[in-house]
């Protein structure tokens, strides 16, 4: 697959894909960041600077987290949402669903009590 920074060709186990846009990236050009909750991902260098490490949106997912726990969710990983505008988890067992946005507002749509 080709680098879209770089136009070197990289073997498909050798390609790497950009967390916020998707493109691909050769070893070389790819960047390591941290994102909330402290998760690592690989950017390319255009997408570098949106992936600041958001101290509030941590905070929330923490809290949402741990509400989650206490009435009995299994919530996954905190994924990116499709738009960029913040992040969204949801629990294994009931799928009802938690977001954070890039300001740390919450929204989530878990019942108090997972009922599975």
């Known amino acids: 697959?080709?680098?879209t920074v770089c136009?070197?060709?990289?073997a498909a186990s050798e390609t790497?894909?950009?967390y916020w846009c998707g493109r691909p990236l050769c070893?070389?050009?790819?960047?390591h960041i941290s994102l909330p909750l402290?998760?690592?991902?690989t950017v390319c260098p255009e997408c570098a600077s949106k992936s600041v490490k958001n101290e509030a949106a941590d905070g929330?997912?923490?809290?949402i987290t741990v509400n989650a726990s206490l009435g009995g969710?299994?919530?996954?990983a905190w994924e990116l949402t499709e738009r960029g505008d913040g992040w969204q988890?949801?629990?294994?067992?009931?799928?009802?669903?938690a977001w954070v946005g890039m300001s740390g507002v919450q929204y989530s749509l878990l019942p108090d009590h997972c009922f599975a």
């Open 1 to 3: 697959m080709k680098c």
């Open 7 to 10: 136009a070197k060709e990289a």
């Open 16 to 18: 790497l894909f950009c």
């Open 27 to 31: 070893v070389d050009c790819a960047l």
């Open 38 to 41: 402290e998760t690592e991902a």
């Open 60 to 63: 929330s997912m923490w809290e």
């Open 73 to 76: 969710h299994d919530l996954g």
């Open 89 to 97: 988890a949801q629990c294994r067992t009931c799928g009802g669903t």
